[in-house]
């Protein structure tokens, strides 16, 4: 009333603004939109005469001068005639005038006709083009037109790509098919360049060397041991061994003999050793003489690949058949769980090989290049650093244990060995990029990014230090390490640096949180489809039927999709721009890190009643985790009790363990702060 009162004796147009929220969980009908928008307008009605103002004023939002406070969108539906103006001797038409400004970030106005709607749609070109608007009216429009004719259907399954977006995302930017051989196994590939170039330098560690025949001799006689071990198709065999010559040896042979290779950190502590060990079943385990004294005791058949080696070498060296296929599995590379234990990512020589078959096409190794391997092989990026080169005739150089962890010796290394080809995750690059003696490495031709967001400063600072390429790649590990690439370039007015474009054989959508693809410029989930998407979990049917579903788009019997978690959207020119997760899945170096693994360690502690875990970053570029606990009051939990809640989180049976929970946290975290990781 007091409002009224003051603009009583005023001349001008008066309205009031209603701010409406209408509330679209449950995936409702139109039938029921409409009706809970009724309610909304009603309850909206009652209220109108409270001056926006005044809710404004009550309300103390967040004031911020680019936008309107509490709503910014606007629609305008002028559903009461216009009358017409007759003066005599006068013709009066309407004029469209603009201001220039837009008063909200969009404003859509529509006025009710005998031949239908008309409207105008204004937008704030800070956030919109014109390009977008158009496709967000022609998206309304199949809306509408989807709920004339079923209006009963649930909105959230109405169609927003247009005809010619369906074609972009299916029949162009997703046109990724390549005739690769799908007979040949990942050993095979390697075998072949063997043949090729037996005296040629394959393998360099220090001071050590191996051809490319000595490695294969030496494989084949390991690839012997391990088939009389029971090793074939489909056996998991656990590789517990420092970066060595060895190491390469071991993983190669493990192909060799038909098995499946599953890395296990010999850095991790005991429990999280025997976890893996005994959730992958294997059978038998390589390691080195060094390592067996601090390993756990298990069932398994251990074999020192160094310490048994006079035994090994008995063996032939002339190459072991086994009946593996493309089809059977060649790794099992274990990730963080949200359970409070990992969970071990099945991948198949059919789809690794299609990956690397890819990489080579894109980049072209030859007997020039030398590729580090640096990457702890626990982490799916050391796939392609260990058997890229090999299958390509280059040679590999291997990082001293831990070598990855010092920016210095790697610079002084890459100079030293000439290496061409190298892999760091975004924060290690950071790192390298401020060693001085990286100024050295002219040597570099190709630098190739993953596991996190690259950020235009970073690239920026890349090209402004290297004369070499740099690539960022994006890929989960549930499917063969990477199915995006992008090559990066110097461009002043870039934004984001994208993840790119997928890769040989491999299917990229976005789709909502109905599995529907969403068009360009609108975020979603990532779903991978196409040769490279892993079986699923081991000894998880749940989570792999949640993470991995049918795959609608394809003709392929059986084949499947994998919903990554990660949000992107497409941009105008096909490129993939990431956006971040979906859930509470962080990363950190590269590592992949469910904050629930740790907080399920933190609670089976003593004393602890509450345990949240979180990335802080108080300084740009240091990412760390923080974890919050809540002690409990006057009581602490016998083992017997944190063992009982540790199985009514799992579902599996855990007896008492000594681990402490500073150590389950160190190897979720991977390995404390000092920057390393996948490297």
């Given at each position: ?590 590592l992949r890190i469910e904050p629930g693994e740790i907080e399920a360690a933190l609670l089976d502690e003593p004393g602890v009643r509450e345990a949240v875990v979180l990335a802080r970053e108080d300084s740009a570029g240091d990412r ?56």
């Open positions: 009333n007091r409002t009224r009162a003051e603009i009583e004796g005023l001349i001008g147009f008066f309205t009031n603004t209603l701010v409406l929220r209408t509330r679209l969980t449950g995936s409702p009908t139109l039938r029921e939109v409409i009706r809970r928008a009724r309610q909304v307008c009603l309850e909206a009605y009652a209220h109108q005469d409270l001056p926006f103002e005044h809710l404004v004023e009550q309300l103390q939002p967040d004031r911020d001068l680019s936008r309107n406070p509490l709503f910014q969108v606007m629609l305008v539906l002028q559903n009461a005639p216009i009358p017409t103006i007759e003066t005599p001797g006068l013709i009066l038409s309407p004029v469209e005038a603009h201001s220039g400004t837009a008063k909200f970030d969009l404003w859509i106005s529509l006025e009710q006709r005998a031949e239908g709607l008309a409207g105008t749609v204004e937008y704030s070109t800070d956030i919109f083009d014109a390009a977008t608007i158009e496709r967000l009216l022609a998206h309304l429009q199949l809306v509408l037109q989807a709920v004339v004719s079923n209006p009963d259907q649930p909105i959230a399954s109405f169609p927003l790509l247009t005809e010619h977006e369906r074609r972009q995302i299916f029949e162009i930017w997703n046109a990724t098919e390549v005739p690769y051989p799908d007979h040949v196994c990942l050993h095979q590939l390697c075998e072949a360049q063997v043949d090729r170039t037996p005296q040629a330098m394959a393998v360099r560690f220090e001071d050590q060397s191996l051809t490319y025949r000595e490695l294969d001799s030496r494989a084949n006689q390991l690839a012997r041991h391990l088939q009389a071990l029971g090793v074939g198709p489909d056996v998991r065999v656990a590789v517990c061994m420092e970066r060595s010559p060895e190491l390469v040896i071991a993983l190669l042979a493990v192909l060799k003999a038909g098995g499946a290779y599953v890395p296990i950190d010999p850095t991790y502590p005991q429990e999280r050793q025997r976890f893996m060990l005994l959730d992958a079943e294997a059978d038998v385990l390589l390691t080195q003489q060094r390592l067996l004294s601090g390993l756990p005791v298990l069932p398994a058949s251990v074999v020192s690949v160094d310490g048994d080696w006079t035994t090994i070498e008995r063996a032939s060296t002339e190459r072991v058949t086994s009946a593996v296929t493309p089809d059977h599995l060649a790794y099992i590379i274990y990730t963080s769980g949200s359970t409070g234990q990992p969970k071990g990512a099945l991948n198949t020589h059919r789809a690794i090989v299609n990956r690397l078959l890819w990489m080579q096409d894109a980049y072209r190794l030859d007997a020039s290049d030398r590729v580090l391997q640096k990457t702890p092989f626990s982490f799916d990026v050391s796939v392609w650093e260990f058997f890229w080169p090999l299958l390509a005739g280059a040679g590999l150089v291997v990082a001293r244990p831990d070598g990855h962890r010092d920016p210095a010796y790697l610079a002084e290394l890459i100079a030293a060995q000439q290496i061409s080809t190298i892999h760091f995750v975004p924060p290690m690059l950071q790192i390298f990029l401020e060693e001085p003696a990286s100024a050295t490495c002219t040597c570099l031709r190709r630098v190739i990014c993953s596991g996190e967001a690259l950020s235009v400063e970073l690239q920026a600072r890349f090209f402004m230090q290297l004369d070499a390429e740099l690539h960022n790649l994006y890929g989960p590990t549930e499917a063969a390490v990477d199915v995006t690439f992008w090559p990066c370039r110097r461009d002043p007015d870039q934004r984001t640096v994208p993840i790119g474009r997928p890769i040989a054989n491999t299917r990229i959508y976005i789709c909502d949180r109905h599995g529907l693809p969403v068009p360009p410029g609108v975020a979603g989930e990532i779903y991978i489809g196409g040769v490279g998407v892993g079986r699923g979990y081991h000894q998880q049917p749940a989570l792999t039927g949640e993470r991995f579903v049918p795959d609608p788009f394809s003709a392929v019997p059986g084949a499947r999709l994998y919903r990554t978690g990660d949000r992107a959207r497409f941009q105008e020119n096909g490129a993939i721009e990431y956006l971040g997760r979906i859930d509470h899945q962080i990363k950190i170096r590269g760390r985790l923080v974890a919050y606990v809540i002690p409990e009051e006057q009581r602490t939990k016998s083992k017997e009790q944190r063992a009982k809640n540790k199985e009514q989180r799992t579902g599996q049976r855990f007896s008492p363990s000594p681990i402490t929970a500073k150590a389950e946290a160190r190897l979720s975290v991977g390995k404390g702060a000092a920057p390393q990781g996948r490297g």
